[in-house]
């Protein structure tokens, strides 16, 4: 359904003797109000999904472990879609104070969106509410060292900004003038605690999530903290327990038709069609990280079994197994000062892991020989290779 009263107003700007029209979108929730009965299925589909996603976190033996790594796939793939070059190797050596090939500002980057997911969500489980104040936050933890530092961290904008193009007078997009940006803001804030409308959570999440790209409210980091918004609404809600949805793969992966119906949406009001498709990536994503949980638990019990047949060897080797769940890339020195263990032991105990076909050694150096956990770092990595 397009409908013209859904659509917001534009307002003539002049910079440098240049006029643009910025965007200020309509309020929410969209009028005419949306046709939930077309989405009903979708919806459906979408929270069942959800539903055997948040079972699954109760009943796994490594729910920490999933949690731990699924975060740091999402902030990955989030940075990825705009236009960072880290691998998710990149991510976990650089967390480990390891050597990386890549940008540190980029692998930075993708780190300080994991410590902004953990914020975000300790701060709801604590009872601070979902509001501009902790949105605000969540960006000065994104935003914090590297390049961030220079798009006021924390703070909303008070200059315009732009979408594509190289100055407002040519971008794809200009949202709204910083002088409605606070009454933008606050419409926006005020729907988050609507309880009068009760929309369905999945639609709530995907209305915000387009109003929020809309009104771009920062310098910098806007894509990223407006995808972050989806899970911590889900998180506020108690559709999800844990931070463990991310739609940023899908996204990724739908690139160019993710940024045209954000556009369609302005342009036309078509909510619809931008939902659906929100929701059936929701489904998607939900569905997909359950396989992943079900072959992640299904390789750890096939190579604990081949560990424990090796006899005293075994505890040494339990021990670095378990190591390599949370640095799937290591070496005998590297052991040896973490995990408190003699150098001997350390080498010795890689060549029984090596010799099982649970790691592989990837430096091909005679000294401080690398290893790497090369089916579940293949598991962890589906999907996040950089553009």
Not at 76 to 100: A, V
Not at 241 to 255: A, G, H, T, V
Request: hydrophobic fraction near 40%; charged fraction near 20%; charge should be neutral.
């Amino acid at each position: 359904m397009d409908d013209q009263n859904r659509i917001g107003t534009y307002v003539i700007q002049t910079i440098s003797s240049e006029s643009y029209k910025a965007y200020i979108p309509k309020k929410l929730p969209p009028h005419p109000a949306l046709n939930l009965q077309g989405l009903y299925p979708h919806i459906d589909r979408a929270t069942q999904a959800l539903g055997a996603l948040n079972s699954m976190t109760k009943s796994i033996p490594n729910t920490a472990l999933f949690i731990y790594m699924y975060v740091r796939k999402e902030a990955l793939l989030s940075s990825q879609i705009e236009g960072t070059q880290s691998s998710f190797s990149d991510l976990i050596l650089f967390e480990h104070q390891q050597k990386t090939n890549v940008s540190l500002d980029d692998v930075e980057e993708v780190s300080n969106y994991v410590s902004a997911i953990n914020y975000g969500v300790q701060r709801l489980k604590g009872g601070f509410p979902l509001s501009l104040r902790l949105i605000r936050e969540i960006h000065a933890v994104l935003l914090s060292g590297g390049r961030g530092t220079q798009k006021m961290p924390g703070e909303f904008r008070r200059s315009q900004n732009w979408i594509g193009g190289t100055r407002p007078g040519n971008a794809l997009f200009v949202p709204p003038p910083s002088e409605d940006l606070m009454t933008c803001l606050s419409d926006f804030e005020k729907f988050l605690h609507d309880e009068t409308g009760k929309l369905p959570v999945l639609i709530k999440a995907g209305l915000a999530h387009v109003q929020f790209e809309t009104i771009h409210p920062f310098l910098d980091g806007n894509g990223r903290l407006g995808r972050l918004l989806i899970t911590l609404l889900l998180c506020d809600s108690s559709l999800l327990s844990e931070p463990i949805l991310y739609l940023s793969l899908y996204l990724k992966e739908n690139r160019d038709l993710y940024y045209n119906l954000l556009q369609q949406v302005r342009l036309n009001g078509s909510w619809e069609t931008w939902l659906e498709f929100f929701l059936d990536g929701i489904h998607q994503t939900a569905t997909q990280a359950l396989l992943t949980s079900e072959k992640m638990n299904k390789l750890f019990e096939e190579d604990t079994i081949k560990i424990n047949l090796l006899g005293r060897a075994k505890f040494s080797c339990l021990q670095i197994f378990e190591h390599l769940k949370k640095l799937p890339q290591v070496s005998a020195p590297l052991l040896a000062q973490e995990l408190n263990m003699s150098a001997p032991t350390a080498r010795s105990s890689l060549t029984h892991l090596l010799n099982l076909g649970i790691v592989k050694e990837i430096s091909g150096q005679k000294r401080d020989k690398v290893y790497v956990y090369k089916k579940y770092l293949t598991l962890l990595e589906e999907g996040t290779e950089p553009f």
